[in-house]
């Protein structure tokens, strides 16, 4: 395997950077290779702006359109070149984060804006009246796959089917399917840590143990099955899902998740 661990805590000596670690020695002795994004010693600027377009960029600034153009042209900023290289060498694709107000830290967001820019992350395909382009299934990304490691403050009860934060597979939904199948990326079913802030040193020991037994098995774990947008399931143009194939006692996102 050829894994990214794309990893965003700003403390090198926090329970992120230890999962982090762990993963790279393990994989790594495991005969795989291992490269890292670390956003925070990298500095990596969060913020999509003109500059990332250089001198040709549109006034009024367009981003989408700017950065599909700047993607055609090659002329995106080095940063963002060398993350997209790192994607392409990689089949396997790991986001080591804590949870934050729900999502991922604000950095990992900017990560994403920048280095999925249009006709690599978004807007691949033919859009028609009959095709709304490669996505879901397909797309740029397509043949590699995903597997989120978050860390969460709060304990699994409040992020069960009834727990007061929503279930932990809607929140995630948005990274996991939006931002990580959307371009073909396959997703594994997320590691989650929960009650980080209150590990004792002996559930540091079993998290540890469960974490290097999900990295060894990356190759075999079966993905979430999301329905794919293009080989019948969906309505077209619509995109809504076709009445009758919700599975029982499925709704909202869990309505795209085949049973
Ligand atoms: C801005 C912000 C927003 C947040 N939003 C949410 C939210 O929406 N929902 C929610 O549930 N939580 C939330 N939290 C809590 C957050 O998810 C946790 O603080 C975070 O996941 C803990 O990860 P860490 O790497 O920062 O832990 P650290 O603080 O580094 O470590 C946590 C504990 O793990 C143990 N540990 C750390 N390193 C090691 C090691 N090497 N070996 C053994 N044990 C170790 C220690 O006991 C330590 O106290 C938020 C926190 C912040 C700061």
Redesign the pocket.
Known sequence: MKTLIVYA?P?PD?????LKDLAVSTLEAAGHEVRVSDLYAMEWKAVVDAADYGPSASSPLKVARDSGRAFDSGTLTPDVLAEQEKLRWADTVILQF?????SMPAILKGWVDRVLTRQFGYGVGEYSATKYGERFGEGALAGRRALLSV????PES?YAARGI?GPIDDLLFPIQHGILYHPGIEVLPPFVLYR??R???EE?RDAAKAWQERLLTLETTEPIAYRRQNFGEYEIPALTLKEGLESTGRSGFGLHVRS
Do not use: I, R
């Open positions: 805590h403390e926090s329970l992120n950077g230890a804590p949870l934050w107000w729900y860390t969460v403050g709060g409040h934060n980080a802030d590990l004792t040193s540091y």
